[in-house]
């Protein structure tokens, strides 16, 4: 039968010797570049922010004020100064980030969800299931996404649930594609074979060897696509299609003040200034994230 | 009983006188992506009726140059490629029809080149090791003792190497652990595709010592493929040349390497590098390039590089003819029913 | 003898840094190649081999790479250079062929043209000419119709076509020294002889230099005159080819010879040098090789044994051997 282990191993002997994993080794390279840092830290204020507004003492967002429209910022009571119907700016900022926080992730988060399944499962059947999901994806691939937004979204109607349905529609194939050209790589290689020799099943082999090893670009990926996204779903509200009036949400705070633009220029380029500060802060985390990911020792 | 209750290798079906393996006519062709739309379909012969047997208890060695074969033949084999034609039969069972997929995997293991490309780089070696037997519904905690005891069978401390990722090893100590993975599922026969030949010479042998080793403890059957012809030698006891997706030569190693029959077999035996400098070598055995498996020369696939090629060579496929006991050859040369001139006196 | 050596290297050391720490890849190196000759660096991976190579052509990027010590190439000292004279000798006076063919090669232009462009950048002689040149060396390294080769991309080729492709290029200018990086271990048995054979015709025929990278004794036996064995960054033993692959005075060397694989131990074990290479971060004092010496004493873990020169070319750093009066 079996010869005797000299040394017997226990799961909690186990625990004691296992190296740091790759999850460690990238929070260590993450916590040494602060750039990264710094604009992850910027990021979760704004999300803070905008998830515990109400319990922050902020003015009413839509309390209306004919007397006080368009003030400067720094005005006492309007520290950021107040829009085209006197509501205050900065309250409204918080309240609008809200809106546009969720209109940039959660398009994204369902977009990897629904487009990393398919690309996965492209990757790995490979075939004609991979040529019918690639040549569908490569057909919404033919239209410019903001273009492919505004029709959507028109389609549909406006409304904050149907923006938010066209940009996941616009965000599928791109991350079908990343998902696909990670899964095809990773098929290839010697382990995937191995445990395919091993007698392991297709969805065994997905979960465990699969989807570890495709999800880094796949996230990577999607962390750039927020600040697209966000940028998008302010052009949705800029154009009338997505949120409505009067709720606050960036893009469409830029609509409305344009007017103001002659009046009060610092206050009607601050929605605008919110925008570009979030894509940025997205960005660059995303960049810090790829490097981290991406050298192994 | 419960998969876990029956983890000991497979019985011995059909006694010492059934091969462990028999392949017949294995075909496998891979379609090649075609110039233009109207273009005839081109087809990369990759592997083209190659038959041959294992025995129980033996290695066989299979030696050849880029595109002879003999990598895809490993993969037909363990059906990681679908084979377009043949039969694979093991310890008499059809596999496909008398034997399951799944079972073929537990009794038939394969240890690749690449020992860093055989590991997932996201899992420890202990979820590597353990990742197969779990599948075939072993418990996990007798999985762990099967990994810890498999790693200290091929030579390696299972306290450090268990927690550890496959970059954190040195590559002689990666293929060890390859091996021991192909072992966790207790198999009969293990096929070794260049399993050594990316090691460095000392850490090589360490690791041929070991396989032979691991072979009479387990009582296991080998394949090894390989390209260096010295280590195929020192292995195997009995060796099969291949050549463009055919079997040029097979049969004892000893014969073989002693008296090679086939020309590509005496080129490939002349071709190897001298180990004394007061004995170089000063002319070329082969001349030209291994060609494409794509549109491969009609008849004998070797006549382009052959230096005896003659007239009905290129008409005529050869035939396999037998030319001393277990040993057979496939060249014109040898079959008095070819009509090649010189036939008769090699018979 | 009375001509200086193409090549003279003395205590060459590179050290890389590494978040992990420095990684010391080659110890104090030291060896000669004078014109017409072969000489053979053999080693496993991580002996500095091909790290000694391209320190030899400047080729390791800096700052990373910090190099010490002297390298004269044709009586040029490298390191002392500034780096548009380093370029004018690269490529004419010493020249690499790689262990990848395409390594060399773009892949977006025909190889026709990259010989050539060599030879403009070099003797700026007209394009007709380069062409002319390219042509002939194609067919000095047996590529069979040479003249539509020329216009070949490098994906168009085999290996074995692409290697020789490689070494008309490095060939093109006529240079005094070729450095080789294991030249044939990508090629398949039978077209690895012809590319060494192709290789020892040449050097007999132009009398350039030869330095080869190999980590295959075989290599060594049929191109060699003088091997040099390296082992964790540091030459341990150096002769003639025969002396040093008949005669190997050094553990590792002997090691390395006994545990060739050849048909002679079928059915015996094999002598397998125990242990793997060391890590090359904070060597530790004493021999490298003592962890996995047979023939180690005490004092091998706490000296490092110097180059013992024992005749003419002929070392071997080994304590065992200091101590034998020679």
Partial sequence: ?297 | MSDAERWTPAEDLGGPAEPLLKVERLTKHFPVKSAGLFQRKRVARAVDGVSFTIAKGETLGVVGESGCGKSTTARLLMHLIEPDAGEVIFDGELVGETLGLRELRRRMQMVFQDSYASLNPRLTIVDSLTFAPVVHGVPAAQALALASELLEQVGLDPKVVLGRYPHELSGGQRQRVNIARALALKPRLVILDEAVSALDKSVEAQVLNLLVELKQRFDLTYMFISHDLNVVHYIADRAMVMYLGKIAELGPVEAIYAAPRHPYTRALLAARLSTDPQARTYAVALEGDPPNPIDPPSGCRFRTRCPLAAEVCAAQEPATVEVGPGHSVACHLYDPASGNREAQANV | MSEPPMLEVSNLSVAFATSRGTIQAVNGVDFHLRRGETLCLLGESGSGKSVTLRALMRLLPEPLARVAGRVVLAGEDIYGLPERRVEDLRGKTVSMVFQEPMLAFDPVYAIGRQIAEVITRHEGVTRAQADARALELLEKVQIPSAKQRLSAYPHEMSGGMRQRAMIALALACNPAILLADEPTTALDATVQMQVLLLLRRLQAETGMAVMLVTHDIGVAAEMADRVAVMYAGRIVEQGTVAQVLKDPLHPYSQGLLASTVHAGWKGRRLEAIPGSPPDLIDPPPGCAFAPRCPRRFALCEKNSPQDTGLTEGRSARCLALEAQPS
């Fill in chain 1, 1 to 297: 039968m079996e010869s005797s282990v000299a040394t017997t191993m226990t799961p909690q002997s186990l625990k004691a010797i296992r190296s740091p994993g790759y999850g460690s080794l990238f929070v260590r390279r993450l916590r040494a570049d602060r750039v990264t840092l710094a604009c992850l830290a910027i990021l979760v204020v704004i999300a803070l922010a905008a998830i515990f507004a109400d319990h922050l003492a902020l003015a009413d967002p839509l309390k209306t004020s004919m007397v006080r429209r368009l003030k400067p910022i720094g005005t006492p009571g309007f520290w950021l100064g107040s829009d085209e119907l006197g509501r205050d700016m900065l309250s409204r900022l918080v309240y609008g980030g809200r809106m546009s926080l969720l209109m940039g992730t959660w398009p994204v988060a369902n977009a990897v969800i629904v487009g990393g399944a398919l690309g996965i499962v492209a990757g790995y059947a490979g075939g004609w299931l991979n040529m019918a999901i690639m040549r569908t994806v490569d057909v919404f691939y033919a239209f410019p996404s903001v273009l492919l937004a505004v029709a959507i979204s028109g389609a549909l109607g406006s409304g904050l649930k149907n923006a938010i349905v066209a940009l996941t529609v616009v965000f599928i194939p791109p991350l079908v594609r990343i998902a696909e050209t990670a899964a095809t790589q990773v098929r290839g290689l010697d382990y995937v074979e191995a445990a395919r020799a091993s007698g392991a099943g297709a969805a065994t082999i997905i979960r465990v060897h699969l989807l570890p090893n495709v999800l880094g670009p796949i996230v990577v990926y999607a962390s750039g696509l927020f600040s697209v996204s966000i940028i998008l779903a302010s052009g949705l509200s800029f154009l009338g299609l997505g949120v409505e009036p009067p709720q606050a949400e960036w893009g469409l705070m830029l609509n409305t003040l344009r007017q103001a633009i002659y009046v009060q220029p610092w206050v009607a380029i601050l929605p605008g200034a919110m925008i570009f500060a979030t894509s940025i802060c997205f960005n660059m985390a995303s960049d810090g994230l790829r490097a981290a990911m991406e050298s192994r020792s």
